[in-house]
């Protein structure tokens, strides 16, 4: 996540909770990349989301900054974590990649998708970003957490079966250098997944360092938007949680889809000791919040995708709201 961090606005805290603390190699960007192996853990296993944190934020990747063989190879592991979840390749030329320049040096988001059922036009967007600052700038909280999370919906909603939404899944680059492939996305939808039957933006960035602060903002959730009361039910329902509510979020991939009249949640954590800091390691991870914080999302989007109400309609009548 780049500065500027977050705006938070009218912030209303939830729930109340005691808090708690708790190198790959480069493999292929189409659907039958094979490492890592498909494992059956439950896809919010804390000991499961560690493990996937610590391979992006190896220090062989050195910080997967864009263009270096750390980004190359955090990119083939996503690609094949991306198989494992069954997803559809909606990249360039039938691969998870979808290519693009960031500062200079090759790079590209991964995308792949699992198809609705009988509202498949309307596509809800899970995103995280993949790249860090590199120079021993390991970046486990940000956003490997994110990244971490993302996985695990994509297991969780690949195993339920056919959503009843289209769900696409995309790791962006370039996050650091301004929000690049997330812009790219924007400005480049692939063909299966146009940006105008984008209904919603599920961004996770920064969320496993809950015990900073003993909270999780849920940003983006304004009065009238389809998501705030998921939220807000969500947030009753798993009081292991603080859920901060409300909130402009900035400096970071929900923008490009606000921008382009999209709404979005922001989930985030503040990480008060080691943001952008070579601090910012696997140790430093609180793997439990990370799973309760990847579970409420994975939830919220399971509901998003089985809401009767139209979502297309609320996003033309209220846009990202605010």
Do not use: K
């Given at each position: 996540m780049?500065?500027?961090r977050f705006?938070?606005?009218?912030l209303?805290?939830l729930a109340?909770?005691p808090?708690a603390?708790?190198?790959?190699?480069?493999a292929?960007t189409?659907a039958?990349?094979?490492?890592p192996?498909c494992d059956?853990?439950d896809p919010?296993?804390p000991?499961?989301?560690?493990?996937?944190v610590?391979?992006?934020?190896?220090?062989a990747?050195?910080g997967?900054a864009?263009?270096?063989?750390?980004?190359?190879?955090?990119?083939?592991?996503l690609?094949?974590e991306?198989a494992c979840?069954?997803?559809v390749?909606?990249g360039?030329a039938g691969?998870y990649t979808q290519?693009?320049?960031?500062?200079?040096?090759?790079t590209a988001?991964?995308v792949?998708?699992?198809?609705?059922?009988?509202?498949a036009r309307?596509?809800?967007?899970?995103g995280?970003?993949?790249?860090?600052?590199?120079d021993?700038h390991?970046?486990?909280?940000d956003d490997?957490?994110?990244?971490?999370?993302?996985?695990a919906?994509?297991r969780?909603?690949h195993r339920?079966g056919?959503?009843?939404?289209?769900?696409a899944?995309v790791?962006?680059g370039g996050?650091?250098?301004?929000e690049?492939?997330s812009?790219?996305?924007?400005?480049?939808p692939?063909?299966?997944l146009?940006l105008d039957?984008?209904?919603?933006?599920?961004?996770?960035?920064m969320?496993g360092s809950?015990?900073?602060?003993?909270?999780v903002y849920a940003?983006?959730?304004f009065r009238g938007?389809?998501a705030t009361?998921?939220?807000?039910?969500?947030?009753?329902e798993?009081?292991?949680l603080h859920?901060?509510?409300?909130?402009h979020?900035l400096?970071?991939?929900h923008?490009?889809?606000?921008g382009a009249?999209?709404?979005?949640?922001?989930?985030?954590?503040p990480?008060?000791r080691?943001y952008?800091?070579?601090?910012?390691?696997t140790a430093?991870l609180d793997?439990?919040h990370?799973a309760?914080?990847?579970r409420?999302?994975?939830?919220?989007?399971t509901?998003?995708s089985?809401?009767?109400a139209?979502l297309a309609?609320?996003?033309?009548r209220?846009g990202?709201?605010?």
């Amino acid at each position: 996540m780049r500065l500027p961090r977050f705006a938070l606005l009218g912030l209303l805290v939830l729930a109340a909770a005691p808090a708690a603390t708790g190198a790959p190699s480069p493999a292929g960007t189409g659907a039958g990349a094979a490492d890592p192996a498909c494992d059956d853990r439950d896809p919010f296993d804390p000991a499961a989301l560690r493990d996937r944190v610590a391979r992006l934020a190896a220090p062989a990747l050195d910080g997967r900054a864009p263009g270096t063989p750390g980004d190359a190879a955090a990119r083939g592991y996503l690609a094949a974590e991306f198989a494992c979840a069954g997803l559809v390749p909606a990249g360039d030329a039938g691969t998870y990649t979808q290519a693009f320049v960031a500062g200079g040096h090759p790079t590209a988001n991964l995308v792949g998708y699992l198809p609705g059922g009988d509202a498949a036009r309307d596509i809800l967007v899970i995103g995280a970003h993949h790249d860090h600052l590199g120079d021993g700038h390991l970046g486990a909280n940000d956003d490997a957490s994110g990244i971490a999370a993302l996985i695990a919906i994509a297991r969780a909603l690949h195993r339920a079966g056919t959503p009843r939404r289209t769900i696409a899944f995309v790791a962006f680059g370039g996050e650091e250098l301004g929000e690049l492939g997330s812009r790219h996305f924007a400005g480049h939808p692939p063909a299966a997944l146009p940006l105008d039957r984008v209904v919603y933006d599920i961004n996770l960035d920064m969320v496993g360092s809950y015990s900073s602060a003993g909270a999780v903002y849920a940003m983006g959730t304004f009065r009238g938007l389809p998501a705030t009361a998921i939220v807000r039910a969500l947030a009753t329902e798993q009081p292991a949680l603080h859920v901060g509510v409300g909130g402009h979020g900035l400096g970071s991939d929900h923008e490009a889809f606000c921008g382009a009249g999209v709404p979005y949640v922001f989930f985030w954590t503040p990480d008060r000791r080691c943001y952008h800091e070579r601090c910012d390691t696997t140790a430093q991870l609180d793997t439990a919040h990370l799973a309760a914080i990847a579970r409420l999302a994975g939830s919220l989007v399971t509901r998003l995708s089985d809401a009767p109400a139209d979502l297309a309609a609320s996003r033309a009548r209220l846009g990202c709201g605010g």
